[in-house]
């Protein structure tokens, strides 16, 4: 997890994508989620051995990144500062599966690091795909999608409030960190009894913020259901790009096609 | 509610943890009338407004609206005319846009939608902030969300304005504008605040609060420059 | 302690999920009557601070860990079970969206580790029975530690047992568990220790937080309802979508690949059972080293020694897994045409970039 100040930061450019009018951010919520879910049983559901056949998968989030004007860039970052856990857990793979299976020219290849590179390709594409979707959607217009789509309404009313009032508590929260730094002589991190009653300060001030928030919301009328955001419309252009999208990651989960096209390439040969 | 009085009387309020905010206060407002409300830190302004429409339920003494009391069963109906603007602009504008923001009230009013739409329109360009409508409100600054906040009560066309430190936090020029918008209002107007600059412009009549009760209620002109009393109160 | 997508088998993730989505829908079902009190509100406003508090700490050196304040206990501690639950999988939710931490697939999992067991198992057993009704600090401290590491051991198991059931991590159980738990007692403990702090500062200052009245709604979640109907359903589901897919995935790896390399390969079906004989021999028959006896060509591979130690444990998915024919991915050819897609997708991504470009400078 970031720290706090470049978490708000990473939120806010994510947040400013999405705001872009693109062709992609013009889609239905509802049909990108639907397409991501898609992409996501594609990629984790194929065999693990047979990386090179995710390659395919890779033009859905590169093709919406560039359609919706998205810099690859800051996919990429995130993409990096999040991988550890995977790798940590994926480089085990070639030590525990050294069982030679295939032969790349003179070089041996052990299923571990087939795998290896498959856990990495298919991190890459899973996680490149949460951001993609983010990115070309917002943050409320997967919260609307969510809930057209028949999310419980506390969740989606609570997922909605919850993502307003991160600014807010994080602004304080930085605020607090600025204030304790300044204080403490060697700049180092609170320990846990100073901490305590930092973030025991923000959690109180918080509480009676959302007790305030809860009369600010009765005050206007609220009666325990948001009012329909922005009405989501389906329409045909977006019923196509969902069965285009399916057709393709159908296609490119059972027809093998970087293997036959390597094999137009090098001629046959295995 | 032809006549939009609002009337409290012998207010008493303590909080879970037994702080006693408000200790019998009374007072009267006319229909049309702007009324300031100014006491120290800790003087129970805030949870004097809070029971105005009905946030806060008293523990002694009532609270009306016109001639409607204000408990459970009058809610709905005191909440739509009284348009409450809370001191935090933070608390109040928690939808994703300005737009959305404003049009939670009505919406939440069942009007139909080109009805929202154009009480969305009226109450923004109200409080000139028609540019801020696509905009989430954490990206606005002070003066900003204190306009939106402002037009998400508009929106509901109360006949009371309750607002609790309109001008805290606003650099002079937003101030400035703020005090020429709110002057404009016919409404009933409450108005909370420390600036008493801004009360002396906006509210002939001002009501000193003191430890949960009614120190002072008269023409705001004598009672500002009164220096006993002020310094009584802690002002 | 995110479960990541790269690890997961659609049948973990999607039995996951199920469990997951089923427990947010009764949750939300339970709160319903109380969506206008504030707890609606206040789900969305601690939930922002949980988040914003994760960030304002000290890592804990060496472990790569982001785990900090133990946010589900707390959520738990002030909101109850169901408010709570249905928190954290928001704060998951945009961990996923915003940071690529965890993943979609993997929310399932996620929100059953670090929501499940703090929200629903955790706080109504430990900590709600060790601080009783009249909780002195000490015990409240000594309550929010065992619950905290209690919590993250239960999580971490989680994810230890989803990652050897997606079978993509070649990690065998006992190593993972050895590898998990430890660091993740330390973490908890550390985590336990900064929740309490901060229920001390709390406690001192508003303790009806802490403690919300017994009679509150609050204050009823020791029901062992929910953790049962957890339990069953998962085991309905994961059963249910366990088998189907150990029965299918290892079949549908070997038809695909019959399917397109061109040629029909009946013995791969038939050889599959004694392939896998042979391997699970092999592998008792432990060779060090590299011994490369093997000779693969598509279709015929020789199971070669394998350096893991015997698995009993294994599941037939993922004996499976290992054994079958080498496919196209891993031929030079799969190879060579992987590369040549992504260089055409990249072709692509450029093409689409420069066409937004045009049209932003001509619009
Ligand atoms: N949520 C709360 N819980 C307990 N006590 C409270 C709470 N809110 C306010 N109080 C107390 O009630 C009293 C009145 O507070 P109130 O907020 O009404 O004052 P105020 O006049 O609005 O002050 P300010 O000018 O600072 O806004 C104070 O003593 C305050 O400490
Ligand atoms: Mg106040």
Redesign the interface.
Known sequence: MPRIDAALREIGALDALAAQDTPVHRLDPRVKLLATAGFVLAVASSPLREFAELAPLALFPVAMLAAGRVPFRLVGRSLLLASPFAVMVGVFNPLFDREVVAHWGPLAVTGGWLSFLSILARFALTAGAALTLLATTGYVGVGSGLGRLGAPRALVTQFLLLYRYIFVLADEGARAVRAHALRSASGRPATVRVWGSLAGHLLLRAHDRGLRVHAAMLSRGFDGSMPALRPLRWGRADSVFLAACLAFFALARFGHLAENLGRLAVGGAP | MSHHIVEARNLEFAYPDGTAALRGASFRIEHGESVGLVGANGAGKSTLLLHLNGCLLPAGGEVRIGDVPVTRATLAQVRRSVGFVFQDPNDQLFMPTVGEDVAFGPANMQLPGEEVERRVRESLTAVGAEHLRARPPYRLSGGEKRAAAIAGVLAMSPDVLVMDEPSSGLDPRSRRRLIGLLAGFRHTKIVAAHDLDMIRELCPRTIVLHEGRVAADGPTAGMLGDRELLERCGL | ??M???????GV?GAMWAASAGL??W???R??EE????R??????????V????????AIPGT?S?G??AGGLLLAI?LGPH?AF??M???L?????????G???ALGCNAFNLGFWPCFVVYPLVFRRMVGDKPGRGRLTFAAVLAGAIGLQLGAFGVVLQ?LFS??????FG??ALLMQPIHLAIGIVEG??T???????WK??P??VLPSATGPVARPTSMRPVLVAFAALALVTGGLFSWFASTRPDG?EW??A???GREEPAVLQDRWHRLCAGIQEWTAFLPG?D?K?S???GE?V??????TPEAAREPEESG??HPA?????????????????AL??M??????LR?RAE?AGG
């Open positions: 302690m995110h990541s997508d790269a690890l997961v088998s659609p993730g947010a829908a949750s939300a079902r709160l319903r969506m206008t009190d504030a609606v509100q206040l789900m969305g406003v601690l939930g922002a601070f988040f914003a508090a994760q960030m304002v700490n000290f790569g982001s900090h304040l002030l408010a249905l928190a999988f928001s704060i939710t945009v961990q996923a969206l915003f940071f690529a931490d993943g979609l697939l990652t079978g993509i991590s070649e990690l065998p190593t993972f220790l900064v309490a702090a901060l229920l001390a500062f709390v200052a508003r009806e937080l790896l695909s690949s399917g397109t390399c590299y490369f093997s693969t060509t598509d591979p199971a070669a020694a394998a350096a893991g897994a290992p080498v496919s196209s991915g891993t031929s030079l050819s799969g190879v060579v045409g992987g590369a040549i897609v992504l997708i990249a692509v991504g450029l093409g689409l970039r937004g932003q």
